[in-house]
């Protein structure tokens, strides 16, 4: 007697060890085109500067060989670079579950209020006196996951309603700018235009040091990044389906919500509010793979991908002018941003 295996079109089986699991090809390939270009901007990164470092120069410095660009290319350069991959990475994880959650894919953090929840508390810390980058970050995540804990509280009524959700975070964001305006208004003159810069999004003077918060962040959440990819499957079933096969949909909604607003807050902690990476980075991600989830090994190579990019364009289009990174986001973002309500209304949809 044969047996004959069924498995959904456009997956493949990948067996290791005595072990097997499914791959969908195309996110695959996807994947790893990704990967290649995010190498090709980093290079360029890395190169791009007051002084053009060669390729081959950087690569030396890259994989630890000695090189006469050794501090150019080690100490000024890649530093920021890697704090913009971390906060781009960040961006496009946190981005992708929590419009997995709402079903929405205007759900990003800095649309309905998260990043500004961290931007209040961090702003209101500067005003007091408190400017450390090392510490910042980790007020960020508190004031993120107060924001995000009272949207999801004024958003339930016996259930999560995608479309209430989305409403009730953009009502808590404007009210937090004006909190967040009101700061900078009682505040001293110099730390209101350190909080101003801080609110656009930037990534210059970050180091080592201001990268530990993202470094431990995304070291110590691992874990619930991995389970977040698996349980992200569920929620995108319907609820009956989900509930049929035995799901806890309130526990793993507001799982990945707090896996979410943590990734949120600490990057916005850390670079400022990046407007629109979070909102692109997984919508991109998705049409390129095709797939019914949004794929996060994807959303997050393509959040440090527009990052990476933006600050690029940031430092070298007006040179010797700097644009910090989040204007260059919100000049691609926001025309996005106003494509997807058109194109919400012209299909009919409640978005």
């Not at 759900?107 to 810390?125: K, R, Y």
């Not at 070291?219 to 389906?241: C, E, G």
Request: some cysteine; proline content about 4%.
């Amino acid at each position: 007697m044969t047996t004959t295996s069924v498995r959904p079109a456009g997956y493949g089986v990948v067996r290791a060890g005595a072990g097997s699991f499914l791959l969908h090809r195309r996110s695959a390939f996807v994947a790893l085109g990704l990967v290649a270009l995010l190498a090709a901007v980093c290079v360029a990164y890395l190169c791009v500067g007051e002084k053009f470092v060669a390729p081959a120069e950087v690569l030396k410095v890259v994989f630890g060989q000695d090189s006469r660009s050794t501090f150019v290319v080690g100490e000024l350069r890649m530093p920021r670079l890697a704090v913009g991959l971390m906060v781009g990475a960040a961006f496009g994880i946190a981005g992708a579950l929590i419009q997995t959650v709402a079903r929405n894919p205007l759900a990003s953090p800095d649309i309905i209020g998260i990043s500004q929840g961290a931007g209040a508390l961090t702003v209101g810390a500067m005003t007091f006196g408190l400017t450390s980058y090392t510490v910042l970050p980790y007020l960020s995540i508190v004031g993120g996951i107060a924001a995000a804990a009272l949207v999801y509280v004024f958003a339930w009524r016996g259930g999560l309603h995608a479309t209430r959700f989305v409403l009730i975070g953009i009502g808590f964001a404007i009210a937090l700018r004006s909190l967040i305006t009101l700061f900078m208004t009682k505040g001293d003159y110099l730390v209101a235009q350190q909080a101003q810069i801080w609110m656009t999004g930037s990534l210059n003077g970050r180091g080592w040091d201001e990268a530990a918060p993202i470094r431990w962040t995304l070291i110590a959440l691992l874990p619930a990044i991995l389970w977040a990819a698996r349980a992200q499957r569920t929620v995108s079933l319907d609820d009956d389906t989900a509930t049929a096969l035995g799901a806890s949909l309130g526990r793993v909604r507001l799982g990945l919500v707090f896996v979410g607003v943590v990734l949120a807050s600490v990057a916005t902690g850390v670079a400022g509010p990046v407007d629109f990476v979070a909102l692109l980075a997984p919508q991109i991600a998705r049409r390129m793979t095709r797939t019914a989830q949004i794929p996060l090994l994807c959303s997050a190579l393509m959040g440090a991908f527009v990052v990476v990019l933006a600050d690029l364009l940031g430092k070298r289009l007006f040179s010797p002018t700097e644009l910090p990174v989040g204007v260059l986001t919100a000049a691609v973002g926001a025309p996005y941003l106003i494509w997807l309500i058109v194109r919400s209304r012209s299909v009919g949809g409640k978005s």
